[in-house]
């Protein structure tokens, strides 16, 4: 992807990298539970997965995940995909499984190539103030970055896991403050592939799918179809 169509954040920037992705045909979906969120997905087992087919490939996100590893995640997935290798992986920095290494570099080249941060990289007696000009220039997550310092070792791996664990308590504070929330069906829009979603509502509006049926397909009441459809612009 061209430097020039990363703007924004880097959740514009995930937003995007998913458009593109199901613009190539490659389902992408996100779920964080079992159906309730009192059944999270371990993020310890797993951070996605990607299934490799020729005529339906997919990826899935573990939404359970903290939301800045999340792009990372999408990028090692779609990198199985491009060398037609389903896998689990957890996106593990330290891995001695040859397909997972590889798709690990292949994610960090793609998002933070060594070139450019190495020539943006400044030895400050703090290096987390290398922080701010890196992610305007990259448009990723703080995690993708310090994740890319390190494996470019550029700090040490207690540095890496000292802030990556400060990453974590402050995305877990954050949540217990925040009060609200998405919409149901924005919810849902952010799980299932919009592709898939469309694809299924268009084809229940039509009558040639029953709501029934399509409400079982996207696990929704079928009388909300309509109002999802609202949601999806169909």
Known sequence: MQKSQRKGSWEDFLRLLIKKIEALGI????????????????????????????????????????????????????????IGMSGVSDAAVQTDQKVEVLCNAIAA???????????????????TDNLPTLKSHFHVSEWVLVRRALTLKLIEYTEYIRYINKLKQDYINRSKQESGGPTYYLTKKSQLSERFSRAIVAEALSGRVLLRDAGHILKMKPNNIVKFAKELGV
């Open 27 to 82: 389902l992408v979906m996100r779920q964080g539970d079992l159906g309730h969120h009192s059944k999270p997905l371990s993020v310890d087992e797993f951070r996605g997965f990607a299934i490799f087919d020729e005529i339906a490939p997919v990826i899935f996100i573990n939404q359970a995940d903290v939301p800045s590893a999340r792009l990372f995640t999408l990028i090692h997935e779609l990198a199985h995909i491009w």
């Open 109 to 127: 080249e793609f998002l933070v190539p060594a070139g450019e941060i190495l020539g943006l990289w400044h030895e400050y007696d703090n290096w």
